[in-house]
């Protein structure tokens, strides 16, 4: 049995990982991404703005 406690925290952490991945993959692109657009061009041009002073 001892190689049933070995396996399963690596198991779970693979199948943990898998959920992570697919979370991240499924948030790009689709309605997000403008939102993340204008979010990423307002940083820029407050960074640009900050840097002009």
């Not at 199948?15 to 790009?28: E, K, M, N, T, W």
């Not at 689709?30 to 900050?50: F, I, R, T």
Request: hydrophobic share 55%; net charge positive.
């Amino acid at each position: 049995m001892q190689y049933v406690s070995a396996i399963v925290p690596p198991l779970v952490m693979a199948i943990g990982f898998g959920f992570l991945v697919r979370a991240i993959i499924r948030s790009q692109g689709g309605a997000q991404k403008a939102k993340e657009d204008v979010a990423a061009d307002a940083l820029a041009a407050a960074a640009q703005a900050e840097s002009a002073k």
